[in-house]
């Protein structure tokens, strides 16, 4: 009788730790990590300065702005649209701790979809939290998902119907942010962040904005640069600047038949130029194998390297190396600042001038951390 008391106890208090620690990971996914902007900052809000029907929610989320005081064009930095699309994210983030601006302004929002990193995507074995080495120790950063916490919003329909669009799409895309713009006020919690975000662009005058994204490497779009057909010179001016620096970006149009995304809502119901760009990412394709962090940071997969061999990819794998963290952050900020130059041409009287961030051959050189603050 004692042993069976002694048994009920033990596997209590083995539950009960097990429940406690289970509580305070799932609480660290509601807490996000610290950034450290550059000393260039001038402003930091929320996203619910521009749309309180966000406010209290975890739809709210950051929003830096860097004034440089001389008169010129804005634009709209946004990462982390998708939370496990660890390239997009820190792509803002390196950005955000490096940048100066010397003529006109930039908006950064690191994490478009703040919910999406409070958790994970089901039944995708993604690693929580990932790490990247800097001079003063390792950064941790939450790896989330495609789209928004369930506990947020709840439950999905059969099938979502896309405002205004009425475009039909499977109801799990209901939560995807890249679904739901232009947004409405009084829609699901996706949709106020995206209405949100148009009321961001619209009140600040953003004139070129930049959603980062990455994509299986098995897909069409991939390592390229989306842009609305109103704006294709800026996009091909962008495509050759990247070219003579080594790097190859494919240019795509924006379906118009394909409603919510931001390269296309931004340039229907804003005045802002949209641009979307895509790096290759192995953790997320459907021929992966073991999805751990080495995979995420590393970007490499035997399976990826033998579907290469075979010609069927497009992407740039290269020999033992794969699609690592740092050509994909690469990409993305050589990408940011080509658009800009180009855009800056053909509209001189909205100049947008940056500085101080790193090249894609530094990048590869010294690694993302180099570029990390603490």
């Not at 009788?1 to 990971?25: D, Q």
């Not at 979809?113 to 080495?133: K, L, Q, R, V």
């Not at 947020?152 to 205004?164: E, H, I, S």
């Not at 939560?175 to 962040?193: I, S």
Request: charged share 20%.
């Amino acid at each position: 009788m004692i042993r069976n008391h002694l048994s009920t106890i033990i596997i209590f208090l083995v539950t009960a730790a097990a429940g406690v620690i289970a509580a305070i990971s799932f609480g660290k996914m509601h807490h996000p990590e610290e950034l450290y902007p550059s000393t260039f900052l001038t402003k930091k809000g929320m996203l619910s300065d521009y749309f309180d029907g966000i406010k209290g929610t975890n739809g709210d989320t950051e929003v830096y702005l860097f004034d440089s005081g001389v008169e010129g064009g804005t634009a709209l930095l946004g990462g982390g649209t998708h939370a496990n699309e660890a390239a997009s994210f820190l792509a803002s983030v390196v950005i955000l701790e490096n940048l100066k601006v010397t003529q006109g302004r930039v908006i950064i929002i690191p994490r478009m979809n703040n919910s999406a990193f409070t958790c994970s995507d089901p039944m995708e074995g993604f690693p929580e939290y990932f790490g990247i080495p800097t001079d003063n120790g390792t950064r941790t950063f939450r790896l989330g998902s495609r789209v928004t916490n369930p506990l947020d919003q709840w439950p999905d329909p059969l099938v979502f119907a896309q405002y205004p669009s009425n475009q039909q799409l499977s109801g799990f895309e209901t939560r995807n942010l890249n679904r739901a713009y232009p947004g409405r006020p009084d829609g699901n919690l996706t949709e106020k962040v995206a209405y949100a975000i148009i009321q961001l662009i619209d009140k600040e005058n953003v004139n070129i904005a930049f959603d980062l994204h990455e994509s299986s490497p098995e897909v069409p779009i991939v390592n390229v640069i989306v842009y609305h057909e109103k704006y294709e010179d800026i996009a091909m001016g962008a495509v050759l600047g990247l070219e003579m620096a080594g790097l190859q970006f494919s240019p795509e149009t924006s379906p118009k038949n394909f409603h919510g995304l931001s390269h296309r809502e931004w340039g229907d119901f804003t005045n802002a130029v949209p641009f979307l760009m895509e790096t290759s990412n192995p953790s997320m394709g459907r021929l992966r194998g073991k999805t751990d962090v080495d995979l995420v940071l590393r970007g490499y997969c035997d399976n990826y390297k033998k579907a290469k061999e075979t010609g069927a990819l497009r992407i740039a794998y290269r020999e033992d190396t794969g699609e690592p963290i740092e050509h994909r952050v690469g990409r993305h900020i050589m990408g940011f600042k080509e658009l800009i130059n180009s855009y800056n041409y053909y509209y001189p009287e909205n100049q947008i001038v940056i500085e101080n961030l790193p090249d894609y051959d530094l990048m590869m050189e010294n690694g993302v951390g180099k570029y990390l603050n603490n």
